[in-house]
């Protein structure tokens, strides 16, 4: 069994001593102990009865941190104010910030910024509102938005939990394709507000990135936005994930010698993911699809309230084959699952075709570990870093919003999701592609820029571009 890496973690103990009492020594002892290495000391306040100083101490084993606080509490006359390491160190007071990209540095620069001079700007804007685009932020500018109802891994979380990782998401943006993206949690659950409050944001962005929302809402929320905006609206769950998911099974049909429109392919778990993945599949050229959730095999015989498994019966599986997950795997050439961790077992692979293609992509536990079946596998994926072949969004929609900024792009359509998979895929070259690379790197600097290029031509080729060759 895998086990969460812990080597190297460094901790900081705020510790007040008081000096009449305590002895540093049995402090430093105390922590020893249990296996913590002090590798700095810094005094942070002292008076003539305390001291306060940061520990800095380097931990090596599962839980010893907490084994570090329990030890320090039994030291007479030392008291343990905080606990931190360097995720958290990291977190203090967010991680993005906003910087002016010149500077004010006299009355005519404060006139041409500010006021009175930037009223000319206003008015073009006003006369022409699509000037919005090259005259302000819009032109560059991502909303990262989300609810915090269904964040990764940690489930409904609320709007000021999630914070951290929409900040996290601006960086990548910026990182990856020098996007400025901006995180907005909204405190709200409520489909019509989310709505209504991304409608009103609109104006000062280029595009909106939806992210965390839960199953079924995302998908109303999504489609009205689309609907009722003239910019990219985007929900990463469902399409970043499709779209790395249809890079990988590109290149995995390839290493295995099969084509998508012949491949018998399975796909367990039609929640938001699932669906947008079997769109992407479809879109493509798929013709075996069969859809596997907690009703079994989702069947057009059958009549479902969930109106996405609905969809999906009327959409898939055009055998009208019926059973449950073991059925559909047999002799299945694709397993994909986006579901939950240790539904598959090696019975269920080894019913497969032979040299199957396993994305077992449930976070953090998949649905299977590749250990248990890499001996009778093709090619074998993930959702984690720690195994090869990781399908990880962050391939997608750095480059996608660049090129959908770029081309100044409606919508992000089917077309430049393609391209954008297509794009991911071409960046490993024929004498690269193994059984464990199907995947770049997400610090593959050609991804981005293979990315932007395709998307971009597909946006002005399906006449979703507003902008000109010439512009």
């Given at each position: 069994m895998h086990t969460p890496m812990t080597d190297g973690k460094t901790i900081i103990l705020r510790l007040e001593i008081d000096t009449d009492v305590a002895q540093f020594g049995k402090a430093a002892t105390a922590i020893e102990q249990v296996n913590g290495d002090i590798v700095a000391i810094d005094v942070i306040h002292t008076d003539r009865n305390k001291s306060v100083r940061d520990l800095t101490v380097?931990?090596?084993?599962?839980g010893a941190s907490e084994r570090l606080t329990e030890a320090l509490q039994h030291v007479k006359g030392v008291r343990l104010l905080h606990v931190s390491d360097r995720t958290f160190l990291l977190h203090l007071g967010g991680k993005i910030t906003i910087q002016p990209k010149t500077p004010i540095q006299n009355r005519d620069d404060l006139s041409r910024v500010y006021t009175p001079d930037v009223a000319r700007v206003c008015e073009a804007i006003r006369q022409e509102p699509s000037k919005a685009h090259t005259l302000t932020i819009k032109r560059n500018t991502v909303a990262v938005v989300s609810d915090g109802s269904a964040v990764l891994g940690l489930g409904n979380i609320g709007p000021y939990a999630a914070m951290p990782v929409m900040e996290g998401k601006a960086m990548l943006f910026k990182q990856f394709a020098d996007v400025d993206a901006f995180p907005i949690c909204l405190d709200t659950q409520d489909t019509e507000a989310v709505i209504a409050a991304v409608k009103a944001l609109a104006p000062a962005f280029g595009g909106i990135n939806l992210e965390d929302i839960s199953a079924p809402r995302c998908f109303e929320i999504e489609q009205r936005l689309r609907d009722e905006l003239d910019i990219p609206?985007?929900?990463?769950?469902?399409?970043?994930?499709?779209?790395v998911l249809y890079a990988g099974l590109l290149?995995?049909?390839?290493?295995?010698?099969?084509?998508?429109?012949e491949a018998r392919i399975v796909v367990c778990g039609i929640g938001a993911a699932g669906t947008a993945c079997t769109k992407m599949l479809l879109a493509g050229g798929a013709r075996h699809v069969v859809g596997v959730d907690r009703a079994g095999i989702l069947n057009a015989d059958e009549q479902y309230d969930n109106a996405t498994w609905q969809w999906y019966a009327e959409n898939t599986n055009a055998e009208r084959c019926k059973g449950g997950l073991a059925e559909a795997l047999a002799g299945a050439d694709v397993f994909i699952g986006v579901s939950a961790g240790k539904l598959l077992s090696r019975e269920h692979i080894l019913s497969m075709a032979p040299e199957p293609i396993v994305f077992a992509m449930a976070n953090p536990e998949p649905e299977i570990r590749p250990e248990l079946v890499e001996d009778i596998v093709g090619v074998f994926a993930t959702g984690r870093s720690d195994y090869p072949n990781q399908i990880n969004n962050v391939l997608c929609f750095p480059g996608i919003f660049r090129g959908a900024l770029d081309s100044r792009s409606t919508v992000i359509n089917e077309e430049m999701k393609l391209a954008a998979a297509e794009a991911i895929a071409s960046v490993i070259g024929e004498d690269e592609l193994n059984r464990?690379?199907?995947?770049?790197?997400?610090?593959?600097?050609?991804?981005?820029?293979?990315v932007r290029r395709r998307v971009s031509t597909a946006a002005r080729k399906s006449g979703v571009s507003r902008r000109n060759l010439r512009d």
């Open positions: 380097k931990i090596t084993e599962q609206v985007f929900h990463d769950d469902q399409h970043g994930t499709a779209v290149n995995a049909l390839k290493l295995t010698g099969r084509s998508l429109s464990l690379y199907i995947i770049p790197s997400v610090f593959n600097n050609k991804v981005v820029e293979e």
